[in-house]
């Protein structure tokens, strides 16, 4: 199989505790124990780990299925999509899967499509725009799951945070020259998008050429990948 990431540091032993103190923690298992790709969904799905920094609570939000083909690692839910819990649910979500060339029974699929963003829950909203994704969650998170999608043929990093998560010291000097150089990255099985958000739509103008060369040879490949015969159905973890 291609190797979709690079190696991660191990989280700490104590990662995967949440602890029962004065920031209102409980406990939970041991997360560093061996666990299937569903019981992994729900130990994510239960995360509390930075509850105290997100305005609006922990909602953690993804797709995930042992049997997907595309891996879309983007970087962290807005605002709409923690109300409604479903990924991309939004005018990001549109344009996205416009750009990929698939409708929303496709796109969410889980069989064939995995969304794991670099954080799962809405972070706030910053002086222009939404925060980063929180740290902590691609940390304790990425390691055990990425390694399950086992079936993955293309993952397409979608911003800066998966750019710099998934390229690491290959990725180039800014977003624009990182994505320019997506040709670099594919035969590792990556291919690094700008954001889909309605903010990108002056770089989108400025850089005609993604349109003109990245989304036909993207448009391509989904439809080949998509229609690859299914390998034997995996148990499917959707929204």
């Known amino acids: 199989m291609l190797r979709l990431f690079p190696p991660r540091t ?11 103190d004065a920031e209102g923690g409980t406990h939970c298992r041991d997360l560093t124990m061996p666990t299937t790709l569903d019981a992994l969904l729900r130990d994510i ?3 509390r ?9 922990p909602r953690p939000v993804l797709q995930a299925s042992a049997s997907a083909r595309l891996l879309i690692a983007s970087q962290a839910p807005g605002r709409r999509v923690h109300e409604t819990g479903i990924p991309f649910n939004d005018p990001s979500g549109d344009r996205l899967r ?18 794991v963003p670099m954080g799962f829950c809405y972070p706030g909203k910053g002086k222009s725009g939404d925060l980063p994704p929180r740290p902590e969650c691609a940390a304790t998170w990425h390691p055990r799951l990425l390694p399950l999608l086992t ?4 993952t397409l ?8 998560y998934l390229l690491g010291a290959r990725r180039r000097a800014s977003l624009t020259e990182t994505v320019r150089a997506w040709r670099d990255f594919t035969g590792d099985g990556i291919l690094p998008l700008p954001h889909p958000s309605p903010r990108n739509q002056v770089w989108l103008r ?28 995996a148990a499917q973890s959707g929204t």
């Open 10 to 20: 191990p989280a700490p032993p104590n990662a995967g505790f949440r602890r029962n």
């Open 45 to 47: 799905r239960a995360c």
């Open 49 to 57: 780990i930075c509850e105290r920094h997100l305005p609006l609570g």
């Open 98 to 115: 416009a750009w990929l060339g698939i409708d929303r029974d496709a796109f969410y699929d889980a069989g064939r499509v995995a969304i």
């Open 151 to 154: 079936e993955v043929r293309l």
């Open 157 to 164: 990093a979608i911003g800066q945070y998966a750019h710099a």
């Open 206 to 233: 400025r850089n005609p050429w993604f349109e003109g060369e990245v989304l036909p040879w993207l448009r391509a490949r989904v439809a080949e990948m998509l229609h690859e015969p299914a390998a034997p159905r």
